[in-house]
């Protein structure tokens, strides 16, 4: 269900890697909750290090709430 959702907090380094495990903040009820979480987690982990970020504003990124729903994982 696209109702589903989780959000993780994502400690970054300055570098644009993780620093830590994303942390489970917040999420929805359900069965398929775990699998999305997991997911995220993954997608979180091979994407990185995310270059796009401004090394100057690290102080505003080094630590995100991200929430993701399945409809962040479909084609389009």
Sequence with gaps: ?????VTLRVALRRDGRLAAEPMLI??????SGPLLMRSAVEALEK????????PDRYKEWKV?????????FKGG
């Design 1 to 5: 269900s696209d109702k589903v959702k």
């Design 26 to 31: 917040e999420a929805s009820a359900s069965k």
């Design 47 to 54: 994407c990185q290090p995310y270059t796009m970020l401004p």
């Design 64 to 72: 995100l709430d991200l929430r993701f729903t399945p409809r962040d």
